[in-house]
């Protein structure tokens, strides 16, 4: 080719690149000011960034809970807030993706009412609460950590309350998530096609009836159980031969010693404190807790949702456990309340979590256990 003719054919060519680019530009620029914003974004929509894996429609592994298409809910603004130095908006991109498996049902007036089995993939609530510092407003009382709980709201109104022992001390950690995807279990034989969520929800995989399991949280509070107790410390000795029940602030009975109609069952454990480690290894024999106050306390959406226990000693140590982690479990871990007569120095009474890994919360010395649904 003419070297003229060469020259003006790579003009030509690079006019019109340049033409090319000029029109791209404008888009261009979007897509980096989109990937910006999604870098910096501190909503629940990071974890669509997660890849999902395809659905194993073949069996090819032995897993029964990846053989369905993997769904991507809806994401929210997620914030924390309360007894804690360091509140804010939730970011995700640095949390580890977590999976539960949930079979829910809900109360009905006919009896509890299955709605399908899932699972779902999300952050936990150990995780997101991991660093958050804690800012107790009745540490100068009460400097124990067993006395808070968590208070999850949506966009509706609607609350659940947890206990910071159903977050950091149970035997099974990351079982409560704040979940942005799901997955159907679909039964082989029938091909039962569940109605699928839509949008985020908290999920707790150890619930039996799944009232907690709320849909678009966008606020969890920290805060510590409002009492007049004040804390003894080093009293000694340490003893009440009676427990006063109070529901909902009111005395409804006094008991001497454990119920004869409840039989008593015994739980073998390592007994373990988070302290002074090994306690002991034998077994821990006593009524569950959950029979105790069947029948005293109605089970209702509410008392699923919101229901807290106290449980206080004679030197006014206490702890908070959830209505639902003592009589709403799916996993048969009770909460044994212990009746030794022979205890002089810290008896009569006692309880022993069988669902905590630590002994923190085995209260004894009990003097009073307390059941609202109404706390503030």
Not at 344 to 370: K, L, Q, Y
Request: aromatic share 10%; net charge negative.
């Amino acid at each position: 080719m003419h070297p003229l003719c060469e020259l003006l054919h790579n003009e030509k060519f690079i006019m019109k690149k340049a033409s090319t680019l000029l029109v791209l530009l404008p888009v261009l620029l979007y897509c980096l000011s989109c990937d910006s914003q999604m870098q910096d974004s501190n909503s629940i929509n990071q974890s669509n960034t997660f890849a999902i894996e395809k659905a194993d429609t073949i069996d090819a592994t032995n897993d029964f809970y990846d053989n369905e298409e993997t769904h991507v809910l809806k994401s929210f603004e997620l914030e924390v807030l309360g007894e804690i130095s360091n509140a804010g908006r939730v970011d995700f991109s640095e949390l580890p993706l977590r999976s539960i498996i949930v079979k829910e049902t809900i109360l009905d007036a006919d009896g509890d009412a299955f709605i399908g089995a899932f699972r779902y993939d999300g952050y936990s609530l150990y995780d997101i609460l991991n660093e958050r510092h804690l800012d107790k407003k009745n540490a100068d009382a009460y400097k124990p950590i067993i006395d808070l709980f968590v208070e999850i709201e949506n966009d509706m109104g609607e609350k659940v309350v947890v206990s910071w022992g159903e977050i950091f001390y149970p035997n099974h950690l990351h079982e409560i998530i704040i979940a942005t995807r799901v997955m159907r279990i679909v039964p082989s034989k029938t091909n039962e096609l569940w109605e699928l969520p839509v949008d985020c929800k908290v999920v707790f995989s150890s619930d039996l009836i799944t009232e907690r399991n709320i849909s678009k949280p966008i606020k969890i509070t920290v805060k510590s159980y409002e009492t007049d107790l004040v804390e003894e410390m080093g009293k000694n000795p340490m003893y009440s031969p009676k427990i006063d029940i109070l529901i909902e602030n009111k005395i409804t009975e006094t008991i001497f010693s454990n119920p004869e109609d409840i039989p008593e069952q015994s739980l073998h454990t390592i007994f373990y404190g988070r302290g002074r480690g090994i306690h002991s290894t034998q077994p821990f024999t006593g009524v569950s807790l959950k029979s105790f106050f069947d029948g005293k306390i109605v089970m209702t959406q509410k008392a699923l949702r919101e229901g807290l226990f106290v449980i206080s000693a004679d030197d006014g140590y206490r702890c908070v456990f959830t209505y639902s982690e003592v009589c709403n479990r799916n996993d048969q871990a009770e909460v044994l309340l212990l009746y030794r007569p022979e205890r002089t120095h810290e008896g009569v009474f006692s309880v022993f979590p069988s669902c905590d890994f630590f002994s923190d919360r085995a209260v004894h010395a009990i003097n009073e256990i307390t059941y609202s649904d109404s706390q503030k």
